[in-house]
Antibody, heavy 119, light 110 residues
Framework: EVQLVESGGGLVPPGGSLRLSCTAS????????MNWVRQAPGKGLEWVSY????????YYADSAKGRFTISRDNVKNSLYLQMNSLRAEDTAVYYC????????????WGQGTMVTVSS | QSALTQPRSVSGSPGQSVTISCTGT?????????VSWYQQHPGKAPKLLIY???KRPSGVPDRFSGSKSGNTASLTISGLQAEDEADYYC??????????FGGGTKVTVL
């Protein structure tokens, strides 16, 4: 079964750091580009970051630039999001999502992991 | 990158059709045929419904269809069913910021 499972969320104080993980199974992880998308409570979806299959291409939303770092380990079939200098407005469910070959969309999503930034 | 503009809510009776609009700019919706649509039920992850403006992944009913004209994309749900009650999001490729989402539309089945 094709699956993405996120982990690493939790409660962190403002200014703190957190590292999210997304473990893939059921497909050849190394050949797919990946994204992080977040959703604040009661709000819509917001794209956060993208990484190409070969790790050389990375993009960030303005809200994440300079604070978040996306990375991947194709041996461990894992995607990561290192989040530093966290703010209250970063509170959200964070989803990892796969981009399919030749289809400009996100076809497989994880169940999400909740990040709460609060003192 | 500004979010794409969607109506906050639309509603329809079972069997009717509803259309959700998604308005962007020539830098996203109007510039690329890379609009996708997602369905999200409460507490669940988004599910891909439409990609490349009008293509459906396998398993998505043909009641769901997509189109685009200029800077506005649309999702039409024909033969509305109770299980279609959910939030719907459009998304477009946006160049250097690859993806931009719409604000979401709540579909209510009356």
């Amino acid at each position: 079964e094709v699956q993405l499972v996120e982990s690493g969320g939790g409660l962190v104080p403002p200014g703190g750091s957190l590292r999210l993980s997304c473990t893939a199974s059921g497909f050849i992880f190394s050949s797919y580009s990946m994204n992080w998308v977040r959703q604040a409570p009661g709000k819509g979806l917001e794209w956060v970051s993208y990484i190409g299959s070969s790790r050389t291409t990375r993009y960030y939303a303005d809200s994440a630039k300079g604070r978040f770092t996306i990375s991947r380990d194709n041996v461990k079939n894992s995607l990561y999001l290192q989040m530093n200098s966290l703010r209250a407005e970063d509170t959200a469910v964070y989803y990892c999502a796969r981009e399919p070959h030749g289809g400009n969309s996100m076809d497989i999503w994880g169940q999400g992991t909740m990040v709460t930034v609060s003192s | 990158q500004s979010a794409l503009t969607q109506p906050r809510s639309v509603s329809g009776s079972p069997g009717q059709s509803v259309t959700i609009s998604c308005t962007g700019t020539s830098s996203d919706v109007g510039g690329y045929n890379y609009v996708s649509w997602y369905q999200q039920h409460p507490g669940k992850a988004p599910k891909l419904l439409i990609y490349d403006v009008s293509k459906r992944p396998s398993g998505v009913p043909d009641r769901f269809s997509g189109s685009k004209s200029g800077n506005t994309a649309s999702l039409t749900i024909s033969g509305l069913q109770a299980e279609d009650e959910a939030d719907y999001y459009c998304c477009s490729y946006g160049g250097s910021h690859p993806w931009v989402f719409g604000g979401g539309t709540k579909v209510t089945v009356l």
